[in-house]
């Protein structure tokens, strides 16, 4: 197995012959080496792991405790339910009768034409 070595050269027209290595690439390709490659007809798929996990314990998930309702917020939501709920039963009424309404007025607008073609 080879291993490509990164290196950093400074920009410009000084050469130098001198490679600033990069740790972490080294370790990133060292880690890389023991992961699997599989090779695909579209292409080389790689499972690379850089590292291992820091713990092998699961964080513990906190969470305040909710504070239990007392029968008088209890009262007040389901009368405020109760409130919205009527008043959205008036206004689908209203707009009933408004249909209603508009409805008798053509019919008898129809009445009035048959009556003037007769």
Do not use: W, Y
């Amino acid at each position: 197995e080879t291993r490509s070595r990164f290196s950093l050269k400074p920009a410009g027209n000084t050469p130098t012959t001198e490679e600033v290595k990069m740790p972490e690439v080294e370790k990133q390709l060292t880690a890389a080496e023991a992961a699997d490659c599989e090779v695909k007809p579209g292409g080389v798929s790689f499972k690379v792991i850089l590292e291992d996990a820091k713990t092998s314990e699961a964080p513990e998930m906190r969470s305040t405790p909710t504070p239990s309702p007392s029968v008088e917020d209890i009262e007040n939501k389901l009368k405020a339910a109760e409130d919205r709920r009527k008043s959205m039963e008036a206004h689908t009424l209203e707009k009933l009768a408004e249909k209603e309404k508009r409805a008798e007025e053509v019919r008898a607008k129809k009445a009035v034409r048959a009556e003037s073609l007769d």
